[in-house]
């Protein structure tokens, strides 16, 4: 078991950085689309501080469904995904290892450059730090709740803007309280609530998401 | 009745365009996709009736063609 | 215990038990609403400080609770189809989708035109509201997701996991008014308090409420049917259903 598993890993992520074009990509879009507040509400500083952790969290939430689209494609179309399923290893820890990878590779980039988007925006250093745990906590849950839907829409050819329609309303309870968490650091407030919920969604996820994939993985092979 | 007169009913106490647009549109919802149901319902059914009657006249004119070679075979 | 159940599984089954149940749902259901409306709107008292514009209550409360025990069930039927392999219950929920769907939109627009003279605003963005149109986000998600997949076996499966994933939800929009101080009035019914509200204004509002729930049971039945149809097109009984039917406008 655990060689099929330590193989998935290294192997997700000689694969994913050797396509280097494709993980800078969603960081790109996630940059620009964070510019482009500023550029179309204007510059204000105080309006930025206003709407930052929510422009944050949204491009966030936005390019992570863009590079969640990799998560299992490239793997049904070559067939390889059918061979770890017939494996007879677990394809719940197989789904878990894929989406450990994908994490890694798409929130680290994410904390190296959320210096620079607190920057952009405005943020408080307190704000900053309330925004870093809403991330570390919250991404996760984007990861292992997002590869569910991408499971069941892996084999279908017009996938795309489906897996945005299905996800977004499943994701907005995290927005709405990562939020919350960032708004109060400005104000000083407490939001270890916010975060305990965030975190209490995110156990959840950890607990049932990996058993999800491996039934959406089996739906979508048939 | 709460409500002296018929204008008064329509009028509800000034609130009218709310409550009589709730009441609309929500009749109207309801109506349509229960009006929805039942007329997809029948067109299933014609719609089987149809590939049915389809099928018949395809088994049949196989058949008719199947004797007609029969024949034409054992006549020549 | 649920062995009584289990013949409905079969499609054919199933056809015949909608076809049994319908009157019994729409009927009856037509009756309630149309007597809870009009004791709502001619015979209930007035509120004394939202005046006549509180009769919208009872098709917007009405409407909010179904829209989320619409989706539960939806989800209890995902749940029965993933874990028993029952055609037959993925064909329920996706009957009932459609349906919950209509119902959400009903309870989103009467509360918008409630809330106009109530609070001033068309739309406002508290934690009830924006929940139930993240609910009809929902049902929207399944419906498509089902449209998705030619395979309708797999399609079933696919959206079944979709509607689990987002029953998540349901509690989060009912607990959503006390985690959050909003602009959105409490609960007015709940289990264990007396009702906040007069028995006047409370019995035309059950009434709307059973009336409701029938009619959203009735058309269910009536969708569940179509669904059956569809998926089992080529078999003998369906060819004598349709043959049945022929010239005979209260098609069975």
Redesign the interface.
Known sequence: MNTLINGIFKRDMALAFRQRSELAQPLMFLLMVITLFPLGIGPGPVTLQKIGPGVIWIAAILSSLLAMERLFRDDFWDGSLEQYMLSGQSVAAIAAVKVLVHWLVSFLPLALFSPLLALFLNLTVDMYIALMLTLVLGTPLLSLVGAIAVGLTVGLQRGGVLLALLLIPVFIPLLIFATSAVDSAALQLPYRAQLAIIGAMLMLAMASAPFAIAYALKVSQN | MQFDSLQDFLAMGGYALYVWLSFGVSLLALLWVVVDSASTHKKLLRNAREEQARQARIAAARKAQALQSESQQTGS | MWKWLHPYAKPERAYQLCVTLQPYF?WPGILC?IAG?IWG??????DYQQ???F??IY??VP?AILSMSTYVAMAVAALVG?VWQWRTAFMAMIAMA??GA?VT??AL??GA??G??MWGTWWVWDARL?SEL?LL??Y??VI??YG??E?KQ?AG??AG??A???V??VP?IHYSVEWWNTLHQGATISKFDKPSIAPEMLWPLLIALLGLAL?IA??TV??M??EI??RE?HRPW??D???R??GDDH?V
């Open positions: 729409l609403l409306s709107l001619a015979f209930a008292p007035q005046g006549d514009s009769r919208i098709i917007h409407s993933i459609p349906v209509v939109f009903i627009f009467t035109a409630w106009k003279p924006t993240i986000f929902l929207l998600g498509a997701l998705a997949f395979d797999q499966k696919a996991v979709m689990l994933v987002g998540v939800n989060i009619f009735a058309v009536m969708r049917k179509n149809i569809r097109y369906v060819k259903l349709a043959a039917a022929l098609a």
